[in-house]
């Protein structure tokens, strides 16, 4: 009997990890679950926050990724029976496995902030852009000139920056009067990064007319404004929450070593349990003294060696080790981008139309790998 294997999540990861196996293990019984028909192309769906015309160039349906011989199952994965062996759905439905890779990503994480969750939006999903969408051009239907419709943007991360530059976008085309102000608890935007790229960041935020507040967190969230530690509160219209990530609950019951419900694995991603290999967003992926970055090029690089090392502990070989390479970084606010350290680039960070092709060209890259370049160029204009 062909040994069963399950892949959990169509993330990026997920997406990556089924074309793997199917190269890898053509006899085995694969199965792929996952909660939405379509992989979801997450670092641009900020696209969708200014036009959601483009929402089909963003999503990628899964008949276009998997071949014929796997198994697609829609549900939502609500628990991990590791003893059995079994994967329990929202519905009830349980899928058995012999292997099984979780690739689930993660969910916004709230902090603990007072209201944050009951009150802002959050951009995770197709729905979540949609959502702001419609939030957006609500307020400024009734907005002047005098009176501007509020859009508080709480993370100035890369979710949070680039969804503030599709508000903003928005806001020109639409000749929609609103006011943006994107907020951070750190003493900059984009933390943790290198100081050229948040200049430049900055810069680009500024002339988007984009307000930006940092170096005092935000302490509670009411319906109408957000109160921050040291400054006066900030009224809004519009709430929007990108300040950070957690993993998924529902591997809380499966006994894997985890921390905040992300699960631990070496660098080969077998997690404590031998059956269970964890990459992406949903997993804290060893390297070293630290762990993997939870970003997208993290996701592709690590699925292609996660599908090679279930193949080997299937086939009771030796598993390889994965090593991180950062490739670089970029980001775009609303039509330009800033680009910083590309490798095989010799400038360290540019902006203008060369940044803004290569964020283009990475995306379109991806669409081609997981479906084809006659989808990828149908999406160019909208990515």
């Not at 079994?86 to 439905?93: F, I, K, P, T």
């Not at 100081?195 to 935000?218: N, S």
């Not at 997208?296 to 299937?314: C, F, K, P, S, Y």
Request: hydrophobic share 45%.
């Amino acid at each position: 009997m062909s040994e069963r294997v399950v892949v959990l999540g169509a993330g990026y990861a997920g997406a990556a990890a089924v074309q793997r196996l199917e190269r890898e293990l053509p006899g085995a019984d694969l199965t792929w679950i996952s909660r939405e028909p379509y992989h979801l192309v997450l670092h641009e769906v900020h696209r969708v926050v200014r036009d959601p015309g483009v929402a089909d160039d963003v999503t990628i349906p899964i008949e276009e990724i998997a071949g014929a011989d796997t198994t697609f199952v829609r549900g939502e994965v609500t628990g991990l029976d590791t003893g059995d062996r079994v994967v329990e759905l929202a519905d009830g439905r349980e899928v058995e496995y012999d292997y099984a890779l979780v690739a689930l990503g993660s969910r916004t994480a709230f902090y603990g902030i007072p209201g944050m969750a009951d009150h802002a939006l959050t951009l995770k999903s197709l729905a979540d852009a949609e959502a702001i969408h419609d939030a957006v051009a609500e307020a400024a239907a009734d907005a002047t000139s005098d009176d501007p419709a509020r859009v508080l943007v709480g993370g100035a991360g890369l979710s949070g920056i680039q969804c503030a530059g599709e508000v903003a976008a928005y806001s020109a085309e639409a000749d929609a009067p609103v006011e943006i102000t994107l907020v951070e608890a750190m003493d900059d935007i984009m933390p943790g990064q290198d100081a050229e790229l948040q200049r430049a960041v900055r810069r680009l935020v500024a002339d988007a007319g984009i307000a930006v507040l940092t170096d005092d967190p935000i302490v509670e969230a009411t319906d109408e404004q957000v109160v921050f530690d040291e400054r006066d509160p900030l009224d809004y219209d519009v709430l929007v929450w990108a300040g950070g990530v957690t993993g998924q609950t529902a591997l809380d019951g499966a006994g894997l070593d985890a921390n905040h419900n992300r699960v631990e694995t070496d660098a080969t991603f077998r997690t404590s349990d031998d059956r269970v290999f964890a990459i992406g967003d949903s997993a804290l992926v060893e390297q070293g003294d630290d762990v993997a970055p939870p970003t997208a090029q993290a996701a592709w690089q690590a699925a292609e060696v996660a599908g090679a090392n279930l193949r080997r502990a299937v086939e009771g070989e030796a598993l390889e080790p994965w090593t991180y390479v950062d490739k670089g970084t970029l980001v775009s606010v609303g039509e330009r981008a800033v680009a910083h350290d590309l490798v095989g680039v010799p400038v360290r960070t540019f902006d203008s139309l060369p940044a803004r092709l290569m964020k283009k060209l990475v995306a379109a890259r991806w669409i081609a790998q997981v479906s084809s370049w006659r989808r990828a160029l149908r999406a160019w204009g909208a990515l």
